[in-house]
């Protein structure tokens, strides 16, 4: 493995570390209609889940509120402390979980929901009251004691030992806490400062122990980040060992999310010494004992994200990287996302119009796209790839019915150079990714997408958050 990092210098940087999609998704968000809505919500959910049929669920709930605001942040939020607004929010949250477990009710749909996650903004600022209420309403969809998993993100600004000791109380048993760096000066500069010690007394075994899981999500690319600083928070976080790792890029885009001006582009780090930090980290995390899970996620080897790579099972979508049990996706709360079947839909995003569409009886779909045939093919090779480091072509035949090498013509022809660079393998029938591969995922997935075989970038969205 030591071979491989040694042949990433600034030539194959330049060449491969493109830009490109992340590829939750395929196709990307901003190629999704607004014309489809609410109607078309409810037919799809008819079609994919008919009467009686139990399909393993993922819910994912959007909590949109932070106190503060991070300057690195592309998430959808709302910078408030108003407890009493959070409050409406959640009445209308409600409100939405009553709509679809009427329509559940009417179409005769079992929701057989598996897995839940709180993600945001923060929802670690709810109090122990509003929280309990939460999981209350939820249990209107869902039997909180038979989940697989039930996590939640945190800010580690606005818990104590207390509620960490609640939420594995209430059955929450994965916990993530957003850490992004441990610089002092790089956590003044995006507006995160959150001492060492303040984590520390959060993961004391006595209440690490209560969780079945806890995960820190890191960012590189920040402002005044270099190598050295973040070798130094890699150094912390190992002495921690949390159970999971995501390590994600920071995307400065200033011309698209307005805050981000308020940090000096110049002490964003440049491409080469961006994508050294991120090698470098890999390269640690993997010695220390990490195993690499995808584009962008770490875990130690009993941790069942790692268990679900090695045997093929480990599933992508907007939650990110997933142990397999749940590939369909439903989402509630603003800008939330659902995924199921050929379909995607995402939620309203600004709060009025969310209110409004609850206030008048309907789900608050904002767009949505029904996949055709070619690009749920594609969706499945992309997500494959991007997953297991590895595709099956003749599962691929047997699972559509045709045959790859005819299909996939055009695609195949392109991996001439790929192939000499050593960053895949062809067979006649598998593509498999190497080691040094791995270090451009994205560009190898490219490879089949349509939209930027044809030219069409994708375009980020202020709505996509």
């Known amino acids: 493995m030591t071979d491989t990092f040694s042949k990433i210098d600034r030539s194959f940087i330049k060449k491969y570390n493109s830009s490109g999609p992340w590829y939750v998704c395929y196709p990307p968000v901003g190629v999704w209609s607004t014309e489809m809505s609410s109607p078309d919500?409810?037919?799809?959910?008819?079609?994919?889940?008919?009467?009686?049929?139990?399909?393993?669920?993922?819910?994912?709930?959007?909590?949109?509120?932070?106190?503060?605001?991070?300057?690195?942040?592309?998430?959808?939020?709302?910078?408030?402390?108003?407890?009493?607004?959070?409050?409406?929010?959640?009445?209308?949250?409600?409100?939405?979980?009553?709509?679809?477990?009427?329509?559940?009710?009417?179409?005769?749909?079992?929701?057989?929901?598996?897995?839940?996650?709180?993600?945001?903004?923060?929802?670690?600022?709810?109090?122990?009251?509003?929280?309990?209420?939460?999981?209350?309403r939820l249990e209107k969809l869902v039997k909180i004691d038979e989940l697989d998993e039930f996590s939640i993100e945190i800010d580690i600004r606005t818990v104590g030992p207390e509620k960490i000791k609640f939420y594995s109380e209430v059955g929450i048993d994965r916990i993530s806490f957003g850490i992004q760096d441990f610089d002092p000066e790089v956590q003044r500069v995006i507006n995160r400062v959150q001492p060492l010690d303040q984590l520390e007394e959060l993961v004391v075994p006595e209440l690490r122990n209560r969780f079945k899981s806890i995960n820190f999500d890191m960012i590189y690319g920040l402002p005044l980040q270099t190598r050295e600083s973040f070798r130094q928070t890699i150094e912390q976080l190992k002495k921690i060992s949390p159970d999971r790792i995501c390590l994600y890029l920071y995307n400065h885009r200033p011309d698209i999310f307005q805050h981000q001006t308020v940090m000096n582009s110049k002490d964003v780090p440049q491409e080469y010494e961006k994508s050294m930090i991120n090698v470098e980290t890999i390269q640690d995390l993997m010695e220390a004992g990490y195993i690499r899970i995808g584009l962008d996620h770490f875990a130690k080897?009993?941790?069942?994200?790692?268990?679900?790579?090695?045997?093929?099972?480990?599933?992508?979508?907007?939650?990110?990287?997933?142990?397999?049990?749940?590939?369909?996706?439903?989402?509630?709360?603003?800008?939330?996302?659902?995924?199921?079947?050929?379909?995607?839909?995402?939620?309203?995003?600004?709060?009025?119009?969310?209110?409004?569409?609850?206030?008048?009886?309907?789900?608050?779909?904002?767009?949505?796209?029904?996949?055709?045939?070619?690009?749920?093919?594609?969706?499945?090779?992309?997500?494959?790839?991007?997953?297991?480091?590895?595709?099956?072509?003749?599962?691929?035949?047997?699972?559509?019915?045709?045959?790859?090498?005819?299909?996939?013509?055009?695609?195949?022809?392109?991996?001439?150079?790929?192939?000499?660079?050593?960053?895949?393998?062809?067979?006649?029938?598998?593509?498999?990714?190497?080691?040094?591969?791995?270090?451009?995922?994205?560009?190898?997935?490219?490879?089949?997408?349509?939209?930027?075989?044809?030219?069409?970038?994708?375009?980020?969205?202020?709505?996509?958050?």
């Open 41 to 136: 919500y409810e037919q799809a959910l008819i079609e994919e889940f008919p009467h009686g049929r139990k399909v393993p669920l993922y819910l994912y709930v959007h909590f949109p509120f932070c106190p503060k605001l991070c300057y690195y942040c592309h998430c959808h939020v709302v910078i408030t402390k108003n407890q009493g607004r959070m409050l409406t929010f959640l009445n209308y949250l409600y409100k939405e979980i009553d709509l679809l477990r009427k329509f559940f009710d009417k179409q005769g749909i079992v929701p057989c929901i598996k897995e839940i996650h709180l993600g945001g903004g923060s929802p670690s600022v709810m109090s122990e009251e509003e929280l309990s209420e939460l999981i209350k």
């Open 301 to 465: 080897c009993e941790d069942d994200l790692a268990v679900a790579a090695k045997n093929n099972r480990l599933h992508r979508s907007f939650v990110g990287y997933t142990a397999g049990r749940t590939h369909d996706l439903i989402g509630i709360g603003p800008s939330s996302i659902s995924g199921f079947g050929n379909y995607y839909f995402q939620n309203m995003y600004s709060l009025d119009r969310y209110y409004e569409a609850i206030d008048s009886g309907t789900l608050p779909v904002h767009r949505g796209i029904k996949l055709t045939f070619d690009q749920k093919i594609r969706e499945d090779i992309i997500l494959k790839i991007i997953s297991n480091f590895y595709l099956d072509f003749r599962e691929i035949e047997n699972k559509y019915r045709i045959k790859f090498d005819q299909y996939f013509s055009h695609e195949l022809h392109s991996f001439d150079e790929l192939i000499k660079d050593g960053i895949i393998e062809l067979s006649e029938s598998d593509l498999t990714v190497t080691p040094l591969g791995k270090f451009s995922l994205r560009y190898i997935c490219m490879v089949f997408d349509k939209y930027l075989q044809q030219g069409a970038a994708h375009r980020q969205s202020l709505e996509a958050g």
